[in-house]
Nanobody, 130 residues
Framework: QVQLVESGGGLVQAGGSLRLSCAAS????????MGWFRQAPGKEREFVAA????????YYADSVKGRFTISRDNAKNTMWLQMNNLKSEDTAFYYC???????????????????????WGQGTQVTVSS
C-alpha cells in the first residue's frame, strides 16, 4: 500500500511558476514509477509527466515539454513537479499517482497511460490567471 499526499498548488499569474510536491508513505515507493496527471473542469483526466524508480527515465506530455520538470528523491519518499512559464490552459486539479507495475507498453515518447497507476492522491488545485 502506498498513500500519496500532494501539496504546492495555488493561484499564479500566467508566466509564473509553481512547484508541486507528492509525499508518499510505504516502503516500496522507491521501486514504483511515479506520475502526475491533471483534470480540468469538464475535461478528461490527462497525463502530465512520469518518472521511473531510478529517476533516470522521464516522460512528458507534449503540452508541458520544456516547461515542466519531474524529479524524485527516493530517500525522502518525495516527488516534485516544477512548473515554469505557466499558461491558463494549465489550470486543473493535479494528481500524484504511483504505478507498482512495469511501465513497459504503457509509456512512450508521447506519454503514459493511467492504466497501471493503482495509487492516487487527493489532488491539489493549480489555477493560472491570464
Amino acid at each position: 500500500q502506498v498513500q500519496l499526499v500532494e501539496s504546492g498548488g495555488g493561484l499564479v499569474q500566467a508566466g509564473g511558476s509553481l512547484r508541486l510536491s507528492c509525499a508518499a508513505s510505504g516502503r516500496t515507493f522507491s521501486s514504483y514509477t511515479m506520475g502526475w496527471f491533471r483534470q480540468a473542469p469538464g475535461k478528461e483526466r490527462e497525463f502530465v509527466a512520469a518518472i521511473r524508480w531510478s529517476g533516470g527515465t522521464t516522460y512528458y506530455a507534449d503540452s508541458v515539454k520544456g516547461r515542466f520538470t519531474i524529479s524524485r528523491d527516493n530517500a525522502k519518499n518525495t516527488m516534485w513537479l516544477q512548473m515554469n512559464n505557466l499558461k491558463s490552459e494549465d489550470t486543473a486539479f493535479y494528481y500524484c499517482a504511483a504505478n507498482p507495475y512495469s511501465d513497459l507498453g504503457y509509456c512512450s515518447a508521447n506519454g503514459c497511460s493511467a492504466i497501471p497507476f493503482d495509487y492516487w492522491g487527493q489532488g491539489t488545485q493549480v489555477t493560472v490567471s491570464s
